[in-house]
C-alpha cells in the first residue's frame, strides 16, 4: 500500500497528558506530512519531514522518522482539548500525490 | 480570503443526475489534487494536476467522474449518474512546487454530496 497506516486507531487522554501517535508505511519516501481534521472539516497541515530529517519540532508537536523501519511517529506534549481530531500521516513518494491512512482518532478530555 | 475555495458546500442530488463541483485552488499553486472522504475514513486520493495537465487518476475511479483544469487555475469534477454510493465529503488540495520538492498541501472545506 502507498498509503500510511496510523496506529492506534482512536486515543484518549486526560488534557495536559501527551499524545502519541504513529504511522507506518511500505515504499520509500521523499518526506512524510502530518495533518490534522477537525470533525467534518477540511484537513490542515502540521508538519512535514524530509527523508534526510529524523527529528522536527514545531511548537508542541515533535515529528521523528525512521527510514529504516518506514515509520514515524506524531508526539503532541502537554494536549489541550482544542487538540481533539483525526490526525493523519501521508507518505510523500516524490510522484505526485499524497496517500492518506484512516488516521488516529484522539480525544483530549478536559 | 487566499485559500483553497470549494463550490458548493453542500449538494444534495437524486440518484442518477450529474454534479459538478468547483475548486479555486490558492494563486500561483501549480499543483492540485482532488479527493474523496466518507465517514470514518481517510481521505481517497481522485486524481491530481499539474498545471493544465492531469497527471494522474485513481483506478478506482470510475470512468462516471471527470476532472478538469482547463487553464491551470481552477477546477471542475463532474460525477455523471450518481450513484448513492458517491454520497461523501470531496475534497480539494493546492500545493506550490518548489525546487522540485513536494512541499505541504493546502485542503479546502470541502463538498458535502448526498445522493438520494
Known amino acids: 500500500s502507498q498509503q500510511g497506516e496510523e496506529d492506534p486507531q482512536a486515543l484518549s487522554i486526560q488534557e495536559g497528558e501527551n499524545a502519541t501517535m504513529n504511522c507506518s508505511y511500505k515504499?520509500?519516501?521523499?518526506?512524510l506530512q502530518w495533518y490534522r481534521q477537525n470533525s467534518g472539516r477540511g484537513l490542515v497541515h502540521l508538519i512535514l519531514?524530509?527523508?534526510?530529517?529524523r527529528e522536527k519540532h514545531s511548537g508542541r508537536l515533535r515529528v521523528t522518522l525512521d527510514t529504516s523501519k518506514k515509520s514515524s511517529s506524531l508526539l503532541i506534549t502537554a494536549s489541550r482539548a482544542a487538540d481533539t481530531a483525526s490526525y493523519f500521516c501521508?507518505?510523500?513518494?516524490?510522484?505526485?500525490?499524497?496517500?492518506f491512512g484512516t488516521g488516529t482518532r484522539l480525544t483530549v478530555i478536559p | 480570503d487566499t485559500g483553497v475555495s470549494q463550490d458548493p458546500r453542500h449538494k444534495i442530488t437524486k440518484r442518477g443526475q450529474n454534479v459538478t463541483f468547483r475548486c479555486d485552488p490558492i494563486?500561483?499553486?501549480?499543483?492540485l489534487y482532488w479527493y474523496r472522504q466518507t465517514l470514518g475514513q481517510g481521505p481517497e486520493f481522485l486524481t491530481y494536476?499539474?498545471?493544465?495537465?492531469?497527471?494522474?487518476k485513481s483506478r478506482l475511479l470510475s470512468n462516471r467522474f471527470s476532472a478538469e483544469r482547463p487553464k491551470g487555475s481552477f477546477s471542475t469534477l463532474e460525477i455523471q449518474r450518481t450513484e448513492q454510493g458517491d454520497s461523501a465529503m470531496y475534497l480539494c488540495?493546492?500545493?506550490?512546487?518548489?525546487?522540485?520538492?513536494?512541499?505541504?498541501?493546502?485542503f479546502g472545506q470541502g463538498t458535502r454530496l448526498t445522493v438520494v
Open positions: 494563486s500561483e499553486h501549480n499543483r
Open positions: 494536476f499539474q498545471n493544465e495537465a492531469q497527471l494522474e
Open positions: 488540495a493546492s500545493s506550490p512546487l518548489l525546487q522540485g520538492l513536494n512541499t505541504e498541501a493546502f
Open positions: 501521508a507518505p510523500d513518494l516524490g510522484a505526485n500525490n499524497l496517500f
Open positions: 519531514i524530509r527523508s534526510n530529517e
Open positions: 515504499t520509500s519516501i521523499n518526506n
